[in-house]
């Protein structure tokens, strides 16, 4: 796109990588995106995809609640 500068480090995932990234069955991603307790995923040609920086941080997140921070 003319006039957008996108980040070339940007990775995307797939809910393959997102399970293994979370240690989370694919059915609790899906659970937790329903229940607004996980990022959604984008949807690029039928597919849904998730950026690794946005699962990195929903990680930390949880990392920060448990020790009562609360991010």
């Known amino acids: ?3 957008t500068q996108m980040d070339s480090n940007i990775q995307l995932l797939r809910i393959e990588d997102v399970a293994r990234k979370t240690t989370l069955a694919k059915s609790t991603i899906w659970l937790k995106i ?3 307790a996980f990022v959604p995923p984008t ?3 039928g597919i849904c995809v ?3 920086s946005d699962v990195d941080a929903w990680i930390e997140s949880h990392f920060q609640s448990e020790k009562g921070v609360v991010a």
């Open 50 to 52: 998730w950026k690794s």
């Open 43 to 45: 949807h690029i040609g």
């Open 1 to 3: 796109m003319k006039g």
């Open 34 to 36: 329903s229940q607004g």
